[in-house]
């Protein structure tokens, strides 16, 4: 017996007609999967660019020792010297770049749900234009999938993927907006049209018994068998916005700082930093890295090299050179930040000076008395060692650093990326690293 036509759920199906009938919604057509796109088409670009800055920062330009990806490859041609001016520079860049980057989530998963039913487009390849814009958009969504993935991955477990984190989000990056400029340049029309086609504002009066499923069209988006409706498009905008502003609200206080910070429930560093001077954010705490007392007690010695000279200096003989006090916040890559803490020590220029670079100090390379953990040296740029706010600090808010904050001394500088404030410093090489 042949069934009527319309019960394509009750024989496997066959045509493609069949196969988009799978998938029910009234709600997917080209206006809701253009809304959503047209988000992230404001909001990719800005993560797209706030994260070749963050590998800016890194000043790859000193490679070896920060960073071994981009400078050597084609795709850092843009890099440049980090500025320390402005002071909050990569607070505002990487708590964008963080904090964008989990708001677009539920936009990104309600963008996907949209177009589910183009995954199962029949048969997957017709000619080879079509093969190479299916491949384009194997590209899109895996892009888009991993540069999510790893990034929240990365600012909430801590560096899942140790070292191997930048390469990997770097190159996903690169390839993700190759694929995304492909596919903005094939569809952008399409969403012109598809976002004229519905006035937004009558959409958000619509109630869910009133939603009507858009009209077929050749986007395959538009169920052939559409079920009732269960929820209108003012209600999904809605959840998605909602899934967004929760998102917002639990994180960027972390960047933000301030009463804010107690509502960063999803802040990987706790909301509740303890009190007094030392009351502040702290990445890996002494122990955590195996830092033992002896290592920072009174046989405590910094090294200082450079121009043929040396010279080892105790904390007391540290206190005894021209203090200066810098206002300056610690901004990591995770996305989290400190308001602005005052630190106080003495001026890296000074040191250099105490070796030989009385002139004109150069760049310095910076090694923690850490033997354990990830963490590597660190090398200021000559600019960064020449702004009169770089410190070696040895105290904050008025009191001694605590030891999971660096003491006996740690690195501080303008506008760089937390991990360049090296802590438990042991040893400053100024000038070539020979
Ligand atoms: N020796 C050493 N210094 C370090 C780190 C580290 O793990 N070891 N972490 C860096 C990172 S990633 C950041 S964000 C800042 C955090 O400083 P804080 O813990 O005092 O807030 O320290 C930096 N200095
Ligand atoms: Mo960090």
């Known amino acids: 017996m042949r069934r009527p036509y319309g019960h394509a759920m009750s024989h496997p199906p066959r045509t493609d007609r069949d196969r988009r009938a799978l998938w029910r919604s009234p709600l997917r057509g080209p206006w809701l999967t253009s809304?959503?796109?047209?988000?992230?088409?404001?909001?990719?670009?800005?993560?797209?660019?706030?994260?070749?800055?963050?590998?800016?920062?890194?000043?790859?330009?000193?490679?070896?020792?920060?960073?071994?990806t981009p400078d050597k490859g084609l795709l850092g041609f843009y890099l440049f010297s980090w500025p320390t001016e402005p002071y909050w520079l990569y607070r505002v860049t990487q708590g964008v770049h963080v904090t964008l980057g989990i708001v677009l989530v539920p936009v990104l998963l309600a963008?996907?749900?949209?177009?589910?039913?183009?995954?199962?487009?029949?048969?997957?390849?017709?000619?080879v234009g079509h093969g190479l814009e299916r491949l384009s958009l194997l590209a899109l969504v895996?892009?888009?999938?991993?540069?999510?993935?790893?990034?929240?991955?990365?600012?909430?477990?801590?560096?899942?993927f140790p070292g191997s984190f930048y390469p990997l989000h770097f190159y996903g990056a690169w390839i993700f907006m190759a694929a995304l400029v492909v596919h903005v340049a094939l569809r952008f029309p399409r969403?012109?049209?598809?976002?004229?086609?519905?006035?937004?504002?009558?959409?958000?009066?619509?109630?869910?018994?009133?939603?009507?499923?858009e009209p077929p069209?050749?986007?395959?988006?538009?169920?052939?068998a559409p079920a009732a409706p269960t929820m209108s498009r003012r209600g999904a905008l809605a959840l998605v916005g909602a899934g967004s502003l929760a998102l917002l609200v639990v994180t960027a206080g972390q960047s933000i700082g301030g009463a804010l910070r107690t509502s960063a429930l999803l802040a990987p560093r706790g909301r509740n930093p303890g009190r007094g001077p030392n009351g502040f954010q702290i990445n890996k705490?002494?122990?955590?890295?195996?830092?033992?007392?002896?290592?920072?007690?009174?046989?405590?010695?910094?090294?200082?090299?450079?121009?043929?000279?040396?010279?080892?200096?105790?904390?007391?003989?540290l206190l005894r050179l021209e203090q200066h006090g810098a206002a300056l916040p610690i901004a990591c890559v995770e996305g989290w930040s400190t308001s602005d803490q005052g630190w106080e020590g003495v001026r890296l220029a000074d040191l250099a000076a105490l070796v030989g670079h009385a002139e004109r100090p150069p760049k310095v390379l910076v090694e923690s008395v850490q033997r354990h953990g990830s963490f590597r040296s660190?090398?200021?740029?000559?600019?960064?060692?020449?702004?009169?706010?770089?410190?070696?600090?040895?105290?904050?808010?008025?009191?001694?650093?605590?030891?999971?904050?660096?003491?006996?001394?740690?690195v501080i500088v303008p506008g760089a990326p937390g991990v360049h404030n090296t802590k438990w410093v042991g040893r400053l090489t100024f000038g070539e690293m020979a």
């Open 217 to 224: 069209d050749e986007t395959g988006l538009v169920s052939p």
């Open 378 to 410: 660190v090398v200021l740029s000559d600019s960064q060692v020449r702004d009169p706010r770089s410190l070696l600090a040895l105290k904050v808010n008025g009191a001694d650093l605590s030891p999971d904050h660096g003491y006996p001394a740690r």
């Open 35 to 68: 809304v959503f796109g047209l988000v992230l088409l404001f909001g990719i670009p800005v993560l797209f660019v706030t994260g070749l800055l963050s590998y800016a920062a890194y000043n790859p330009d000193l490679s070896p020792v920060n960073d071994e």
């Open 285 to 317: 705490t002494a122990m955590t890295v195996g830092i033992r007392a002896r290592d920072i007690g009174p046989e405590w010695r910094l090294v200082v090299r450079g121009a043929g000279r040396e010279t080892v200096l105790t904390r007391e003989r």
């Open 142 to 160: 895996g892009g888009a999938l991993f540069e999510f993935a790893t990034g929240v991955l990365n600012v909430q477990l801590d560096y899942i």
């Open 111 to 127: 963008k996907l749900w949209s177009v589910i039913p183009k995954l199962f487009a029949w048969p997957p390849v017709r000619s």
């Open 191 to 213: 969403m012109v049209r598809a976002l004229r086609s519905r006035d937004l504002r009558a959409e958000l009066r619509t109630r869910a018994s009133d939603t009507r499923p």
